[in-house]
């Protein structure tokens, strides 16, 4: 059975940074890609970065240069910093193994204006 779940969501102030954790289960997951998604209320999910095994990693443009998505194989676990953060970056994040069905709970992260 697949798990995700993600952590290190909070309120925090415009300007600040959070690091979201995605800790899996599951012995695949070193060979998959991993997204981070995020939902504002009212809003569709949304792709907001990627990373594949090897580590190329790709970002909606609305995040480009304030987020970074990583992952530590060893650790089955995916991170996503997010840094210079604003109003709009309010949302559930989601941790999701693409192209599947598995997708984490979600942590919720708020911005402060």
């Known amino acids: 059975q697949v798990q995700l779940v993600e952590s290190g969501g909070g309120l925090v102030q415009a300007g600040g940074s959070l690091r979201l954790s995605c800790a899996a289960s599951?012995?695949?997951?070193?060979?998959?890609?991993m997204d981070w998604y995020r939902q504002a209320p009212g809003k569709q999910r949304e792709f907001v970065a990627a990373?594949?095994?090897?580590?190329?990693?790709n970002y909606a443009d609305s995040v480009k240069g304030r987020f970074t998505i990583s992952r530590d194989n060893a650790k089955n676990a995916a991170y996503l910093q997010m840094n210079s953060l604003k109003p709009a970056d309010t949302a559930v994040y989601y941790c999701?193994?693409?192209?599947?069905?598995?997708w984490g709970q979600g942590t919720q992260v708020t911005v402060s204006s």
């Open positions: 599951g012995s695949f997951f070193s060979v998959n890609v």
């Open positions: 990373v594949s095994s090897g580590g190329t990693t």
């Open positions: 999701h193994i693409s192209g599947s069905a598995y």
